[in-house]
């Protein structure tokens, strides 16, 4: 049994090599890629880490001389409760800078903001968990020029998992509202599931559709503490990262 364990873990972690992610998991908050679920973190959990983002996988509005360009986070999570989750991240930003007199241009700017789920009904026997969620709650600019909440949305979310000889299905359904126009392809409905494996539950396979694109990705805990994932967004866009996970 020890044997498939391992087995099975040092798959997902082979897998997470070669596969690709855009995920709500990049900013700390649990979810899946960058659609929200009802799932949360276990209550004392603090996450430290750091996503490389594809251009492709960053609102529109992400854009240096109207083109839009790879860049990276990091954030600190925590999760209090088993109610509660609340995460701070920075964005790295592309800008010109002067040095030596010689304009570059480089990551010289970050953007940054604070992330809050909360779970009002857990999970039953015959009903889903439910969720109500924020993310970059800054203020609305009368001009959108001026508008630099890059990652503003308001979701309500709803999961439910089956589970089948230790196999464990998971159906979530998440309702967004994105503020600003730039991020308008992805209001609305949005969901997929989620697949953890008898044999290495530590890993897990996801399907999400967002309102705009279809992503896959895979992600797992190696030694219960450092979380890899990894993913692509439509078939050919990656974007992954790593957490460090500690149980205070």
Known sequence: MKRRVLSGLIGALLL????GIRAQEYTGITGMMHV???EMAPAGTARVGAFFLNGEFTPDKLAYKGEKYNTYNHFLAIAPFSWVELSYVCT??????????????GYCNKDRHFCIKLRPLEEGKYWPAL??????PKRKFK???EDYAYFNNFYVAASKHLNWKGHELGVHLTYR??????????????GGITYRPAFAPNSRAMLEYTGND???????????LLFVQAGLQNGKYFSGGLMLRIQL
């Open 16 to 19: 997470t090599s070669f596969s």
């Open 36 to 38: 929200p679920t009802a």
């Open 92 to 105: 790295l930003l592309k800008n010109a800078k002067n040095k030596n007199e010689i304009q570059k241009v």
């Open 131 to 136: 969720v109500v969620g924020i993310q970059d």
């Open 143 to 145: 001009n959108e020029n």
């Open 177 to 190: 509202y994105y503020r600003s126009d730039f991020n308008a392809k992805w209001r609305g409905v949005a």
């Open 214 to 224: 279809v992503n896959v990705a895979v992600d797992c805990y190696l030694w219960r």
